[in-house]
């Protein structure tokens, strides 16, 4: 049975971004189940940071965007109704089973390509182009439900002692940080779930 890993996301920090696409491969080369937590941003709880710190964090995303080979610089900060408009969706685009697709989408469109996410026609291009009806999405926004995972899933994370995303649970271990992947990778092999040397894998 796949083991599962927690992963919390915020479409409002550059480092969930920067993480999205090593995080969601993690299932192809790992026995995992990779457990979608969105959460909302700090500064949608009660956490802003200081002017010097925002200044610091898209300077080094942008460092990190290079070596990584991903685009970044033209953002469009998607704080507050942008933030609720992609969280709510991602939940319907998990049953849907286009989640990745999507974060990876929308985050993208926040972080490098300037758009503007609390808008509808934008918004609606992302989510069709990744086949999710725009109707069906509308209703999202508006899901109580999915709102509700969403503080459920920001509750976990503060009982858990984190705050900052994205975030990685392991067997009770956290990693924080889009630098920490490696490290969590690690522990994924030390536990012998590498798909490439698993005896299931090798015999098929």
Request: glycine share 6%; proline share 6%; hydrophobic share 45%.
């Amino acid at each position: 049975m796949s083991e599962p890993v927690e992963f919390f996301f915020s479409f409002r920090s550059p480092y969930s971004y920067l993480a999205g696409p090593r995080a969601f491969a993690l299932p192809q080369r790992y026995d995992i189940d990779l457990v979608w937590r969105a959460v909302r941003p700090m500064a949608m709880r009660g956490q802003p940071l200081p002017r010097s710190k925002q200044f610091y964090i898209l300077r080094d995303a942008a460092r990190e965007a290079d070596r990584l080979g991903l685009p970044f610089g033209r953002i469009y900060d998607p704080l507050g109704e942008g933030v609720w408009r992609c969280l709510t969706i991602a939940e319907l685009a998990k049953e849907r089973g286009c989640l990745a697709p999507f974060v990876l989408a929308a985050s993208r469109a926040s972080w490098a390509e300037g758009i503007d996410v609390r808008l509808d026609a934008p918004l609606r291009a992302i989510c069709e182009n990744v086949g999710l009806r725009w109707d069906d999405c509308r209703a999202a926004m508006a899901n109580a439900d999915y709102r509700q995972r969403i503080e459920d899933n920001t509750a976990r994370l503060a009982e858990l002692g984190q705050w900052g995303v994205p975030t990685f649970l392991f067997r009770g271990e956290a990693y924080w940080g889009q630098d920490r992947i490696a490290d969590l990778e690690a522990a994924l092999r030390r536990a012998g779930l590498d798909t490439a040397r698993s005896p299931r894998r090798n015999a098929a």
